[in-house]
């Protein structure tokens, strides 16, 4: 049954199941504060914990927290109590991202997608050749017009074309020496912090060069994974939005996570081709027009079956001292 207050212990698994979300390079650019006079949880974001030269636009620190939204929003609802969210809530205060408050109690709950979002991880490894059902993609296309955006599954003329831009955008990267400076500070040794990305949590390249996968080697120790063979037909999707605002990248985000859990609970395999969404240029590319105006493109997604991969760290939350209204983390 669900509490009829909001205790500290719940509030901590609540930011827990928040934070598990992915987010670029795991820069975890969210912060947390609980408005207890209404049992509010506002989500703001960390732009000390922003890609300046990757995203300067901030595109995708909204899409990371749009997932942590999500998160919240499924873990809310798992306790009982229906999550009444507002993006953007006070223009005012331009940080503060969404707003949930903790409405009245409910009776459904998606305890398929809470499980899903204490396992869900990217892979950044091969996957095999066995095709995703039409079933499973269907669900996932579903998963993501709940959230407002569409999820487009990429025929292999289309695939391949997309992956060519990817690998353009990779090649970008790799040369600019502001974004391979800020991609550097991210990859690191676990150092308590919790944040950025450990070597350990790397994946190979494909020596097909089918999948650019974005290419740490500059960036790690010298004994990294060697190049493997990926799938030679990747099941490519591409997520994306008819406009593209603030509150649209937020949307996206909820979209996107809430595909990437569906896809767990149906045991598939994920993984995150952003590198051409920092591109302006590219991105435009990465859809076309349809019958209702343009689409905006705001994540490539692989998937697939093979192994699950490394999780990466996450901030610890239990240590934090959440009662205090105007605690944030």
């Not at 998160?71 to 229906?82: D, H, K, M, P, S």
């Not at 060519?164 to 020496?177: P, S, V, Y």
């Not at 502001?178 to 991609?183: G, N």
């Not at 450990?198 to 994974?225: C, K, N, W, Y």
Request: glycine share 6%; proline share 8%.
């Amino acid at each position: 049954m669900p509490s009829a207050v909001l205790d500290v212990r719940t509030l901590e698994t609540l930011i827990s199941a928040a934070v598990t979300a992915p987010s670029i390079h795991n820069t975890q650019p969210w912060r947390f504060r609980l408005d207890a006079d209404t049992v509010t949880l506002q989500v703001r974001a960390a732009t000390d914990r922003g890609l300046r030269h990757t995203d300067p636009a901030g595109r995708a620190l909204h899409l990371s927290v749009g997932c942590a939204v999500l998160n919240l929003r499924v873990a809310i609802t798992q306790f009982g109590w229906e999550p009444v969210t507002r993006l953007l809530p006070r223009p005012d205060q331009p940080d503060l991202l969404a707003a949930i408050r903790l409405g009245g109690l409910v009776r459904g709950s998606s305890p398929g997608l809470y499980d899903a979002l204490w396992r869900r991880h990217s892979s950044r490894f091969p996957f095999s050749e066995r095709p995703v059902p039409a079933a499973a993609l269907a669900e996932l296309t579903e998963a993501a017009h709940s959230e407002g955006a569409a999820l487009t599954h990429l025929s292999r003329t289309d695939a391949d074309r997309v992956l060519r831009l990817t690998g353009d955008a990779e090649r970008r990267n790799t040369i600019d020496h502001d974004r391979a400076a800020e991609t550097r500070r991210w990859v690191r040794e676990k150092d308590g912090t919790g944040l950025g990305i450990p070597p350990e949590v790397l994946g190979p390249q494909d020596f097909r060069d089918i999948v650019p996968m974005r290419d740490f080697s500059a960036h790690r120790t010298p004994d990294g994974l060697p190049a493997r063979p990926f799938e030679k037909r990747p099941a490519i999707a591409v997520l994306s939005t008819l406009h593209d605002r603030r509150a649209d990248w937020l949307r996206a985000g909820q979209a996107l996570q809430r595909v990437l859990l569906v896809a767990t609970a149906n045991g598939i395999r994920a993984s995150l081709l952003h590198q051409a969404l920092e591109w302006p240029d590219i991105r435009r590319q990465l859809v076309s027009s349809t019958a209702t105006g343009p689409a905006h493109a705001h994540m490539v997604i692989r998937l697939g079956y093979g192994p699950e991969g490394t999780p990466s760290p996450r901030r610890n939350v239990t240590a934090l001292a959440l009662t205090h209204p105007h605690t944030t983390y």
